[in-house]
């Protein structure tokens, strides 16, 4: 049931273009199963509101969720990799998932965030723009 | 969902039932506002609990073979029939919370968890009472379920009947709990008196169980219902029957419940519900309080007296006689009640004849009436509604809330 979709090189088309902005969703991992069934359903229902509002003005890419369990940390330690489990549960912050957005420049990319549910519920989100890959 | 699930894998799973459910719900809410929601959210939900439910007794290994038999259709072309199902599933659900041999607050208060998805704080919200002991109310509930071995089912043809008037007796209450009691947060007590309104209609909807008597609770509950939004003025205070602005009220809730009416004069048995329904619809189709048919309410009032005595019907009865007769018609069989000794203490009772000297001009008796019903209530509400009703007949209000 689930796709993963995949975000390859951003097509630019003649010079002008939209550039596209990255939303990382931080949160502290924390216990989601504490709101009863009708909070939850309202907070789903913000989420799919915002969701189909920036939708609806073409803004939205795409998105994908990131899984909470499992996760490593890949580094390099004296030429040999080095592969720890993580982030674990008890981190501080993790990366709940990611938006990619159409945005004119990083103030409505700003703006488009800030409407997004995520911050209403302990969350943080950074907003990076994509570099775009020349055509050819 | 619970319903569902209860009946695949039996009401003694109940507690894990519940959990499931639970975590499916948080993972909806982790998934959902990535993905959007599925086109069938409720099966997507039942699936993803029946899963985990699954995975739990596979751990346990004490499932085997019974794996088979709880494959439940789920898909777009099953809609129809899954739809169905939960309606169903749901009124199983209502029959096994409803049953008689559990206490009542423990029958209203599971029927709201299992079957109305409310959580525990809200039904302690909705009740005025501490989340722990609505906590031990369902525990309480659901041992009696187990000691008993009360099966998650439909009654049988010949219990049926005193099996519904309990399901029915339950709703009323809901609906009662929702509606009547002034303090606590206004829309959770609108969510008691909505869940009460559907669990009728389901039970109403139904070839088996949509007797009469459940279309007359049905339109009852509605009428009352669609008064909800008119009970109180703009700040928030209380408001009469006679005050309210009738263009408040739902008329929507209003069709609904004619349409039950109707159906409900379908047999020879004219219940309780059927009266207070009639009662209602008075009420709710009377361009104003005077042009209220008063003659046809007074019989049904009558009636009901008849057949279980209360002081809230004596009272109402009382009201309908001043709108009939007069108020000094009125204030007499109001003097035959004092004597009574329940109603002594009752506030309403002085309120009421508060009321009514108001009505026939005699300020200073409809003010010691007003003071008498202000001893005997610690309500907020009503004690500032009394207050008013003092200095409006020229009284003081000085009276400090204690």
Redesign the interface.
Known sequence: ??QIKIYGRRPVTEGKHMPQYILLLREAPSD??N???????Q??GE??AW?SKIQAEGKYVG???LK?EGGRHVSMRNGKARVVDGPYAEAKEVM??Y?VINAADYDEAVETSKGC??LKYKGWIEVREIEPVPAG | MIATLTRIFGIKRLDQVEDA???A??R???????????DNPTAWLIQVAKNRVLDQLRRDSRLTETTDEVEIPIGGEADATFAGEIRDDQLRMIFTCCHPLIPEDGQIALTLKTVG???V??IARAFLAREPSVTKTITRAKQRLREFDIKLEMPAPDKLPARLESALKIIYLMFNEGYSALEGEELVRTDLCHEAIRLCELLAGHPVTGAPKVHALGALLLFQGARLAARCDAAGELLLLSEQDRSLWDRAMIGRGLRHLRKSAGGDEISEYHLEAEIAVCHALAQSFENTDWPRVLDCYEELLNRKPSPVVALNRIVAIAKVDGVEAGLAELNKLSENRTLRNYYPFYAARGELLREAGNKSEAIDSYQKALGLTSSEPVRRFLMKRITDCGGKGVESGE
């Not at chain 1, 009863?36 to 359903?41: K, R």
């Not at chain 2, 909806?28 to 599925?38: E, F, I, K, T, V």
């Open positions: 049931m689930c989601f199963s709101y009863s069934p009708e909070e939850t359903q907070i789903i989420y799919v969701r998105s994908n969720k909470d709940g998932g938006f549910p995520h | 459910v639970q975590d719900m948080a909806a809410l982790r998934l959902w506002p990535y993905q959007g929601a599925p998805g409310f959580s704080s809200e």
